[in-house]
């Protein structure tokens, strides 16, 4: 859990923040979307420290493609999570009467099968930060699929709570990510979504190739599917192309069972690798989606020196 700030601290971040809230909340939704995006390419071009970071993880990436390309890409994502910022400040503008004009769905058969999979357990959701990753949690309780949430508080609590009032709209609900286990096990087994982003480095996790290279990944979705019988299910929304308009991609479910040749730690493992090997192929698929600054390959192997 990142060390957490309070008092005045705390609030002198939280102010900004809020008044941006409010000038974008007041404006029409697709005005505030390019707005975003205008404001996402001036923070591209004025953050000199996160940069190197993401130029780094492109380069590992797409090792094949030159610097100007990669530099394309660490643009248009701050141009998306601009759009994304937007959006969020009219989250609650969205409602089970439009959620189909802003929101559609592909793969809806993956989670009948997946819900016919699990039987009378429930299905382990299993996503990133990409795309609006925000509005994937509230489209799905307006689709009638509430979502209980594994997430990392953040450091400012004050931010935290603006953050959860958003996301808990329309009947989801969250856990905190430490001591989780025993709650998301019991709601799986009672049929619940639960859901798990699984995209950012962890320092005790198993390591897996994402995009050829080992990343430590967090095995917490593929144990908590092979404790509750339930299946790993790969979720993603993505943006149609600058509007408010979006599309929740549905994978087929992931089965994580033992059987007579492999142990738990194989299965969770090769779970684990399936899910990453989908996300590194919608990464490909929508470069700008996905949050290039997060260090995800910071923890390396033992005898591995870091390189960032």
Same mark, same amino acid.
């Given at each position: 859990m990142p060390r957490q700030v309070f008092g005045p601290r705390a609030w002198a971040e939280f102010l900004p923040l809020a008044a941006a809230y409010h000038a974008l909340r007041r404006l029409p939704l697709d005005t505030a979307i390019r707005l975003g995006a205008t404001l996402g390419a001036l923070a591209a071009s004025l953050d000199r420290i996160n940069r190197p970071v993401a130029l780094r993880n492109l380069e590992i990436a797409f090792p094949e493609s030159d610097f100007q390309y990669r530099l394309k890409i660490f643009r248009s994502s701050y141009r998306n999570w601009g759009r994304v910022a937007a959006e969020w400040c009219h989250i609650e503008d969205f409602n089970a009467h439009n959620i189909r004009q802003f929101v559609s769905i592909e793969g809806f058969e993956n989670l009948l099968r997946a819900k016919e999979i699990s039987r009378s357990s429930g299905i382990v959701l299993v996503s990133g930060h990409f795309g609006n990753f925000e509005l994937l949690q509230v489209a799905a309780a307006l689709y009638g699929f509430p979502v209980t949430l594994i997430h990392r508080p953040l450091r400012n609590p004050i931010i935290d709570r603006? /953050?959860?009032?958003?996301?808990?709209?329309?009947? @989801?609900?969250? *856990?905190?990510?430490?001591?989780?286990?025993?709650?998301?096990?019991?709601?799986?087994?009672?049929?619940? *979504?639960?859901?798990?982003?699984?995209?950012?480095?962890?320092?005790?996790?198993?390591?897996? @190739?994402?995009?050829?290279?080992?990343?430590?990944?967090?095995?917490? !979705?593929?144990? *908590?599917?092979?404790?509750?019988?339930?299946?790993?299910?790969?979720?993603?929304?993505?943006?149609?192309?600058?509007?408010?308009?979006?599309?929740? /991609?549905?994978?087929?479910?992931?089965?994580?069972?033992? @059987?007579?040749?492999?142990?738990?730690?194989?299965?969770?493992?090769?779970?684990?690798?399936?899910?990453?090997?989908?996300?590194?192929?919608?990464?490909?698929?929508? !470069?700008?989606?996905?949050?290039?600054?997060?260090?995800?390959?910071?923890?390396?192997?033992?005898?591995?020196?870091?390189?960032?």
């Open positions: 603006m /953050v959860n009032r958003a996301r808990l709209r329309y009947g @989801n609900r969250s *856990l905190p990510r430490r001591g989780a286990g025993l709650s998301a096990l019991r709601l799986l087994k009672q049929g619940g *979504l639960v859901g798990v982003a699984a995209d950012l480095d962890v320092r005790r996790g198993v390591f897996v @190739n994402f995009f050829s290279l080992p990343a430590s990944t967090t095995e917490s !979705p593929a144990r *908590l599917a092979l404790a509750s019988g339930a299946p790993l299910l790969p979720v993603f929304i993505v943006r149609e192309a600058r509007h408010a308009k979006h599309r929740i /991609v549905i994978f087929p479910a992931i089965p994580v069972v033992t @059987n007579g040749g492999s142990g738990k730690d194989t299965v969770v493992r090769e779970a684990t690798q399936r899910f990453t090997s989908v996300f590194e192929e919608m990464i490909r698929r929508y !470069p700008d989606h996905w949050n290039w600054i997060h260090r995800r390959w910071k923890t390396r192997p033992n005898g591995e020196a870091r390189f960032y």
